[in-house]
């Protein structure tokens, strides 16, 4: 299929992503591919955008470097959107197709610098696409599973999640366990039996103001209060 008011093939614009739970191809290694790839195809690298921090399933809206990336490619005359693998476009195969059509409005199309079997619109390279998107979403549920069970385990042994104490507890004295706040263990019980009794959150979060009881903040919010409820349920 030809597609509509293309693009140069041999002006690339690229894109790096890097997410908070997998660090094994990091900014510069990427962009080394991006860089290695156009070298050996001849052709020109003329911007590349990045997120960092941000999930391989997250939306567009939350992609800035992305949209951007996207919107360069008319901008540069450019026929290709460049990654160092497809997973760095997504994890989830319906935000990977939504970036494909965008790529698509701007006469360009997605290529992978790891090959990957994915180039053409051929019925095999087309199946590849949907096939690498699929893997990636699982590979990312798989992490999350296997972080979601870490977490379980430690706090099962009683051991700091975060970065800090959740409210209720406070750091012992290894700096590892951690150890019920007396103050805010009351805090958390007047919090269920406000909300046993009926009253909304944002009553409850006024009465805790009123009462003097510290927050982890400036205030109580209504928000906080939901937390500290839905934490205790789970």
Same mark, same amino acid.
């Given at each position: 299929m030809t597609r509509k008011n293309a693009g140069n093939p041999s002006r690339v614009v !690229? @894109?790096?992503?890097?997410? %908070?739970? $997998?660090q094994n191809l990091g900014p510069a290694a990427q962009r080394a591919k991006l860089e290695s790839w156009c070298r050996a195809q001849g052709s020109e690298l003329v911007e590349v955008f990045e997120d960092h921090g941000v999930s391989g399933s997250s939306s567009l809206e939350k992609r800035p470097g992305l949209l951007l990336a996207l919107t360069a490619l008319s901008e540069h005359g450019a026929g290709v959107l460049l990654v160092a693998k497809r997973d760095r476009l997504a994890r989830d195969p319906m935000v990977a197709a939504m970036? #494909? &059509? !965008?790529?698509?409005?701007?006469?360009?199309?997605?290529?992978? &610098?790891?090959? #990957?079997? %994915? $180039? +053409? /619109?051929d019925p095999t390279a087309v199946l590849m696409?949907?096939?690498? /998107?699929?893997?990636? #979403? @699982? #590979?990312r549920l798989v992490i999350c599973a296997r972080t979601s069970? &870490?977490?379980?385990?430690?706090?099962?042994?009683? $051991?700091? %999640? +975060? +970065?800090? &104490?959740? @409210?209720? @507890?406070?750091?012992?004295a290894d700096g590892v366990h951690i150890e019920p706040h007396e103050g805010e263990q009351r805090a958390i019980q007047l919090i269920g039996e406000l909300r046993e009794s009926g009253m909304s959150l944002r009553a409850i979060a006024r009465h805790l103001t009123d009462q003097g009881i510290a927050p982890r903040g400036n205030r109580w919010h209504p928000t906080s209060v939901v937390r500290i409820l839905e934490r205790e349920a789970a």
């Open positions: !690229g @894109y790096i992503r890097v997410s %908070t739970d $997998e970036v #494909e &059509a !965008g790529a698509k409005r701007h006469g360009a199309r997605i290529l992978s &610098a790891a090959g #990957e079997g %994915t $180039e +053409g /619109d696409r949907r096939i690498v /998107d699929a893997f990636s #979403e @699982y #590979e069970a &870490a977490l379980q385990v430690k706090k099962q042994r009683g $051991e700091r %999640t +975060g +970065g800090v &104490a959740p @409210y209720g @507890y406070q750091m012992a």
